[in-house]
């Protein structure tokens, strides 16, 4: 919009001066009209502050320009020079209204001329063009107006393909590359982000750690390949059993971490005994060597911390000590429903 306006700005510069020139210049007629034009678009500017559309703006000023170039060509302007300006329009109109609408007007317009041409003796038409003049203006003016679309084609389709780009860079660098979850740097932004949310109004949030159980053994034992596809359906298996808006991330290794929006520590940790529980069940296999897959997890709530830094070290030293228990299991411990002796004593 920025650019319209200075357009507008320079366009009522031009008008004016050319205006004092004709009347100058003793073609008073002419004058008045210029300077009435950009009165016009001064009052374009006007409305555009008022009410702020700059859709209505644009759609305006292209009126004016497009009745300002017709009535050029029309009256033939000064010493019939008037046609030239047209060929202003073309890229103007690609560039302000996009491809289809920009060629129904040049297309309109075309045909306005056109009409004007072969009509002279119309009540609005007070000059005329030898047929040389016509036919170069039409042919030069369909010419200009082709390359102008041909350019405003390549420019809006290099800017998608750049905007596609950005967009491509901006996911990858958000996404752990072999488990397609969010990556360390996407959710230390969720994190904040979250952290905010709580802070200005009060949404609590918690975090699952979890880490994948002995899982150098499982590379050990079956090979690289076989961890990759571990922790891949191991990133499967925690989004089929998240809620839509928890956002889960690859932490570091065979670590992964859960941010749980709107999330007590009581719901935290039944999430988490949830999970422990699915991984504990599921059937990891590798080329049809079945993989026994457990994890163990620390889970904090950000109520009982000031900070996000306090938060994650609460959660890994939850997940340590659930390491040093014995594994397979969840810190601050809750009641399993696979294996009750275990998480007896310090329940939440
Ligand atoms: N296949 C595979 N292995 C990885 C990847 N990232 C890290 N690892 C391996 O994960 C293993 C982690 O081993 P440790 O830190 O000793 O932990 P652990 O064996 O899971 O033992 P605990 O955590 O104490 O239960 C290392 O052998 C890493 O090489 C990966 O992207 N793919």
């Known amino acids: 919009m920025q650019v319209l306006q200075w357009l507008t700005y320079a366009g009522v510069f031009v008008l004016i001066a050319i205006g004092i020139k004709s009347i100058l210049s003793e073609h008073l007629r002419h004058g008045y009209i210029l300077f009435v034009f950009a009165l016009l678009m001064m009052l374009n500017l006007v409305i555009l502050h008022r009410t702020g559309s700059g859709n209505t703006f644009l759609r305006i000023f292209i009126g004016i320009v497009a009745a300002l170039f017709i009535y050029l060509v029309a009256t033939g302007g000064e010493s019939n020079t008037g046609p030239l300006w047209f060929y202003v329009f073309p890229p103007l109109i690609f560039y302000m209204l996009g491809l289809r609408q920009g060629l129904v007007v040049m297309t309109s317009c075309l045909l306005v001329i056109a009409v004007i041409f072969k009509f002279p003796e119309l009540p609005f038409v007070i000059t005329e063009y030898n047929p040389d003049f016509q036919l170069r203006f039409l042919t030069s003016m369909t010419f200009v107006t082709v390359f102008s679309y041909i350019l405003d084609f390549s420019r809006r389709r290099a800017r998608n393909d750049l905007i596609d780009l950005a967009e491509r860079y901006d996911l990858a660098s958000r996404t752990d590359e072999l488990t397609r979850l969010s990556n360390r740097r996407d959710m230390r932004n969720r994190l904040d982000t979250e952290y905010y949310r ?68 009581v719901q935290a940790l039944a999430l988490a005994e949830r999970l422990r529980f699915a991984v504990e ?63 007896d004593s310090e329940s939440v």
């Open 198 to 265: 709580f802070k200005r109004h009060g949404h609590h949030f918690s975090v699952v750690l979890m880490d994948i159980d002995h899982f150098k053994r499982i590379n050990d034992g079956y090979g690289h390949d076989a961890g990759d596809e571990v922790l891949k359906d191991f990133a499967k298996l925690l989004k089929e059993h998240s809620r839509h808006l928890d956002v889960i991330s690859r932490w570091g290794g065979e670590e992964f971490l859960i941010l749980l929006p709107e999330t007590s520590l």
């Open 281 to 343: 069940s599921a059937e990891f296999s590798y080329q049809s060597m079945l993989i026994p897959v457990t994890m163990s997890a620390g889970v904090c709530s950000i109520s009982q911390f000031e900070s996000i830094e306090g938060l994650l070290r609460q959660t890994d030293i939850n997940l340590y000590e659930a390491k040093m228990k014995g594994r397979n299991r969840i810190v601050p411990m809750v009641k399993s429903t696979s294996r009750p002796e275990e998480h």
